[in-house]
């Protein structure tokens, strides 16, 4: 595929053996010990797919992860050694792909890179006329097939798990949605811990509407779901 990947581990065996398995299917890889270090490359030069670990200790990694969600959809894969519901959680809410926890089997890992670059690949190839399409509420423009958003004149940062449960919403503008509908279209399952993704995501969006002044609001409908409603 010859795919520019970058790689985040403090551990540089780990390291070490994700690369020999990823260059030995032919993709370029570039590994960093920190986060820090991926993440001025990445404003430099971006990459097709990012692999992150979240234990490396000098750095936030979720909060990097979500810097570069709001600069690009590219696939990312988040790697743990740690079985914490709250990271996978959070970590699902920000938009990442893939949440593998340690030892990592490389054969699974390259079979997941592989499928998310395909993808993304995909992705890119939107007829014309499709990426013309468009939904609207109240002062809010979606346009799906290039997964950007507009509020007024200015566009609205959004993750892709924000901009995936926007969408959803302007689809179904006229009713309210339950959570159950929402976890199963959006994350593809239900249960208590796609519950709290659900819940956190809502509030991020809430709190992106405010800060753009939008007169669009979500509201809770105690005990279902949500539904959208305007100001005023």
């Known amino acids: 595929m010859n795919k520019l990947i970058y790689i985040s581990d403090n551990d540089i065996l780990v390291r070490q053996i994700i690369q ?15 986060v820090d270090l991926l993440y001025s490359a ?3 030069k971006e990459c097709e797919l990012l692999i992150l670990d979240i234990q490396t200790p000098d750095s936030n990694n979720f909060m990097v992860a979500a810097k570069i969600r709001q600069l690009s959809n590219l696939p990312i894969i988040m790697l743990t050694t740690r079985e914490s519901e709250d990271d996978y959680v959070f970590g699902i809410s920000l938009g990442i792909d893939v949440y593998l926890t340690k030892p ?4 699974r890992l390259v ?3 592989r499928a998310l670059l395909i993808k ?25 097939d290039n997964l950007i958003t507009h509020c007024k ?11 995936q449960l926007l969408k959803f919403m302007f689809e179904h503008q006229n009713r309210a949605i339950s959570r159950g509908e929402l976890l199963n279209k959006i994350w593809g399952y239900n249960s ?9 995501t809502i509030k991020r969006l809430r709190r ?3 800060a753009a002044d939008s007169k669009v609001l979500i509201d809770t409908v105690w005990g279902f779901g949500f539904r959208l409603r305007t100001k005023g």
Request: aromatic letters at 10%; proline letters at 5%; hydrophobic letters at 40%.
């Open 192 to 200: 208590p811990i796609g519950t709290r993704a659900t819940d956190d």
């Open 111 to 113: 079979a997941h890179v």
């Open 42 to 44: 990445f404003l430099d």
């Open 153 to 163: 004149e200015a566009e609205l940062k959004l993750t892709k798990t924000e901009f």
């Open 20 to 34: 020999t398995f990823l260059e030995k299917e032919g993709f370029r890889v570039v590994c960093f010990e920190n």
């Open 120 to 144: 993304a690949e995909l992705n890119k190839h939107v007829p014309a006329a499709k990426v013309r399409s468009q939904l609207s509420y109240a002062d809010i423009t979606i346009y799906p």
């Open 104 to 107: 990592v089997n490389p054969v």
């Open 208 to 210: 992106k509407l405010v």
